[in-house]
């Protein structure tokens, strides 16, 4: 590759006396300066890979098959790339796919910072880093190389490191005894955007887990049951249980004796 932008190409044939007809192609336009022993092209389009073809015609008017050169154009750097991954989580080595419009003409430069040590240990289309360091926001930036050296502006992405789990809910409702197969509880918790794990033991449904978690009780029989309800962060820590009991009663008492007369 190369940054000119009109590239000059030397040009024979057997023949002696011919003449040349030259034409050229590529991502973008490109103009035919001179053509003859000394080609020259002037490409003020997109950098990439510009073809130039050549045919000599003798002094009948009979035309040679093509001869054909590549030019690969790098005059401007290359754009920023475009890096996608998590942009949040409890992992210490997460990846990164990277991604530019001038590939595969491209090579990678990569950096990571944040509030402690972290590395990149793969720099490319795959890229990866590992984080050493404690929780927080580590930046990971990656600019384009072309084939010149030319370096595009960067792009940055931030990582959010979370290991920490959230508080463990907060469950209210009824403990019974109640002669109620449906019962329903509300759920809560300190940390913002947690979604929650709900189960029942030793039997029954769960038929809704969230701020707002029911139960279904219908094909269960009398006796004590456990709510139990855990909360998980974007980061995908999860909390310790919160466990509630509820005592199922169905049984109507017994019917009082009958007074003596």
Do not use: W
Not at 108 to 125: D, I
């Amino acid at each position: 590759p190369d940054s000119t932008r009109d590239p000059v190409f030397s040009v024979s044939d057997a023949d002696p006396g011919v003449t040349y007809v030259c034409s050229v192609t590529g991502p973008s336009s490109g103009t035919v300066t001179s053509c003859d022993t000394t080609t020259q092209l002037h490409l003020a389009g997109a950098n990439g890979v510009y073809t130039l073809s050549v045919k000599a015609e003798d002094a009948a008017g009979n035309l040679s098959s093509a001869g054909t050169d590549s030019y690969t154009m790098e005059a401007t750097p290359p754009p920023a790339p475009t890096v996608h991954g998590p942009s949040t989580g409890n992992g210490h080595s997460p990846s990164f796919t990277v991604a530019d419009d001038e590939d595969p003409l491209v090579t990678y430069q990569c950096s990571v910072t944040g509030p402690g040590t972290a590395t990149v240990t793969a720099c490319g289309a795959t890229t990866n880093t590992s984080i050493t360091g404690p929780d927080g926001d580590y930046q990971l930036s990656v600019a384009a190389v072309d084939g010149v050296g030319q370096v595009g502006s960067a792009t940055t992405v931030t990582y959010t490191l979370d290991t920490t789990a959230p508080p463990v809910p907060s469950v209210s409702g009824p403990s019974g005894p109640s002669s109620n197969l449906r019962p329903s509880y509300s759920v809560s918790d300190a940390e913002s955007g947690v979604s929650y794990q709900c189960s029942v033991a030793p039997a029954g449904t769960v038929t809704s887990c969230g701020s707002t978690t029911k139960l279904d009780l219908s094909s269960a029989g009398d006796g004590q049951y456990t709510l139990s309800v855990t909360a998980t962060d974007v980061a995908g820590n999860t909390s310790s249980a919160a466990s509630v009991t509820y005592t199922l009663d169905t049984t109507p008492p017994p019917p009082e004796p009958a007074a003596a007369s």
